[in-house]
C-alpha cells in the first residue's frame, strides 16, 4: 500500500510533491533548526562590561563583536546598571556579531539627575 505524496510549497511559491520519506526528512530538519535556536545561549552584558561606550558602533565582545546603537547608550545613560540580553543571529555567520535585545533595568533607578 503507497502513501499519497505530500504537496509542500517551493521558495518559488509553487506546489511540488514530495514522497513521505522526502517530507520526513524536511520535517527533521526543521525541527533541528527550531532546536538550534532554542539553544542560543542568552547572555547579559552591561554597560561597564563593554567599557562605558558613548558612541553608537561595533565593539569586541567575548568572541566577536557586538553592536551597540545609539538608543542603547541612552538606555545606559539614564539606567547604567542596566544589562541587555546579546543575542547572536547566526551560529552559521563567518563572523560572531552579537546584537541587544531585551534589556533589565535591574535597580530600574534612574539617574538623580532625571527628576
Not at 17 to 36: K, P, Y
Not at 88 to 104: H, M, T
Request: hydrophobic share 45%.
Amino acid at each position: 500500500m503507497s502513501t499519497p505524496p505530500y504537496n509542500l510549497l517551493t521558495d518559488s511559491g509553487q506546489s511540488e510533491q514530495f514522497s513521505t520519506r522526502t517530507a520526513m526528512a524536511l520535517r527533521s530538519m526543521a525541527e533541528l533548526a527550531m532546536a538550534v535556536l532554542r539553544a542560543v545561549e542568552m547572555n547579559k552584558i552591561t554597560w561597564a562590561e563593554i567599557g562605558h561606550v558613548t558612541e553608537p558602533g561595533q565593539y569586541r565582545y567575548r568572541f566577536g563583536f557586538v553592536v551597540i546603537t545609539g538608543k542603547d547608550i541612552a538606555i545606559w545613560q539614564r539606567y547604567p546598571n542596566a544589562a541587555f540580553t546579546v543575542i547572536e543571529p547566526s551560529v552559521y555567520a563567518e563572523q560572531r556579531i552579537f546584537k541587544l535585545g531585551a534589556v533589565d533595568l535591574r535597580d530600574a533607578a534612574a539617574r538623580d539627575d532625571d527628576y
